[in-house]
């Protein structure tokens, strides 16, 4: 222990410049979202991928991109767990909140059973399903966390969070003209935008563009879909250590992840009413940061040349997802009128 303590100074020197570098590529992402409305995930992706000569191997920044890229993006996620408390749910009803539920399985299920029909590895399927199914980059994010890692998993990841964002800007400006044309009332626009688009600000920005009470409704579905990402991932942990999934190219995965543990524990006290509305807040924020910093510094860490390698069937494939997620919870509303 006391060996830990006495080294801690020297690992803070060895892993503080990659951490700073993939910190100021996150602040300058924030910068340019602010003023020219691009999303800040695909602006810190760009960015990263033009530095990855800063993560080759002998470089002063190398050791703390890796270290930012693995372990800051778990605390992000984590801390994710302060948006959810169970009283979200009673504004629904049971109907609209199992539409929800149901269609998060079954985009996660759709590209398991997509990815083994075109040949792609169960990994990616499960990392592009969950990333549309649940929450886009972040979703993205910590499944990838859990997944055996092989020699194309950077490049897996950064290309389904480059792939989720983008079709998530074309959402937030596409759906809520399918939403005028089937002439939806504003909450079941709320709960179209909120159950298909990707990623949490898109949702907010379609959502508040029909107006006030479809962008409450659209905020309010799409934290319920924040929401499976620990059952999810949690889920795949145990089915990939029960299977042995991948037990040769790595160690198996933790029975239960420590930062789907944090994310559990955090939604069960806020749900209490124990976290005070200002630390709720700061905390969303400083989750926000730390998954910008971290996609910074997964982009750092990826080649643009290999991860252009992923094909135009990866492409098809998580348009279809979108697709299929889309046209599940448009027939869902229909049945439910």
Same mark, same amino acid.
């Given at each position: 222990m006391l060996a830990t303590v006495a080294q801690a100074p020297s690992q803070i020197r060895l892993l503080f410049p990659g951490f700073i570098t993939a910190t100021l590529v996150a602040a300058t992402a924030q910068f340019l979202s602010e003023h020219y409305g691009a999303p800040a995930m695909l602006l810190?992706?760009?960015?990263?991928?033009?530095?990855?000569?800063?993560?080759?191997?002998?470089?002063?920044?190398?050791?703390?991109?890796?270290?930012?890229?693995?372990?800051?993006?778990?605390?992000?996620?984590?801390?994710l767990g302060?948006?959810?408390?169970?009283?979200?749910?009673?504004?629904?009803?049971?109907?609209?909140?199992?539409?929800? +539920?149901?269609?998060?399985?079954?985009? !996660? $299920?759709?590209?398991? %059973?997509?990815? =083994?029909?075109? &040949?792609?590895?169960?990994?990616?399927?499960?990392?592009?399903?969950?990333?549309?199914?649940?929450?886009?980059a972040s979703a993205a994010m910590a499944i990838s966390a859990i997944l055996p890692r092989h020699e194309k998993s950077e490049r897996d990841l950064v290309f389904t969070v480059l792939a989720v964002t983008v079709l998530s800007t074309v959402a937030m400006v596409v759906y809520p003209m399918i939403s005028a044309a089937f002439g939806f009332s504003a909450l079941e626009s709320g709960v179209f935008l909120g159950g298909t688009i990707h990623d949490v600000a898109q949702v907010v920005g379609a959502g508040f563009s029909?107006?006030?009470?479809?962008?409450?409704?659209?905020?309010?579905?799409?934290?319920?879909? +924040?929401?499976?990402?620990?059952?999810? !991932? $949690?889920?795949?942990? %145990?089915?990939? =250590?029960?299977? &042995?999934?991948?037990?040769?190219?790595?160690?198996?995965?933790?029975?239960?992840?420590?930062?789907?543990?944090?994310?559990?524990?955090?939604?069960?006290?806020?749900?209490?009413?124990?976290?005070?509305?200002?630390?709720?807040?700061?905390?969303?924020?400083?989750?926000?940061?730390?998954?910008?910093?971290?996609?910074?510094?997964?982009?750092?860490?990826?080649?643009?040349?290999?991860?252009l390698e992923v094909g135009p069937l990866a492409i098809a494939l998580l348009v279809t997802e979108t697709a299929f997620i889309g046209a599940f919870v448009l027939m869902g509303l229909h049945v439910l009128e």
């Open positions: 810190a992706l760009l960015l990263g991928l033009a530095l990855n000569f800063l993560s080759e191997e002998g470089t002063k920044t190398a050791p703390g991109i890796a270290f930012t890229a693995r372990n800051v993006l778990r605390l992000g996620v984590a801390l302060v948006r959810i408390s169970v009283d979200m749910l009673g504004a629904l009803g049971p109907g609209l909140i199992a539409l929800t +539920v149901a269609g998060v399985v079954a985009t !996660v $299920l759709f590209g398991l %059973l997509l990815a =083994r029909l075109t &040949g792609r590895d169960w990994r990616f399927g499960l990392l592009t399903g969950g990333s549309v199914a649940i929450c886009g029909v107006g006030q009470e479809a962008g409450e409704t659209a905020t309010l579905v799409k934290l319920i879909r +924040v929401s499976m990402l620990a059952p999810v !991932v $949690l889920a795949s942990a %145990l089915v990939i =250590r029960a299977k &042995g999934l991948g037990r040769d190219e790595g160690k198996r995965p933790p029975l239960l992840p420590g930062f789907v543990l944090g994310f559990v524990a955090l939604a069960m006290l806020n749900s209490l009413g124990l976290i005070p509305a200002a630390v709720a807040e700061a905390a969303s924020g400083l989750s926000r940061w730390a998954l910008l910093i971290s996609i910074a510094a997964v982009g750092i860490k990826t080649s643009l040349a290999k991860m």
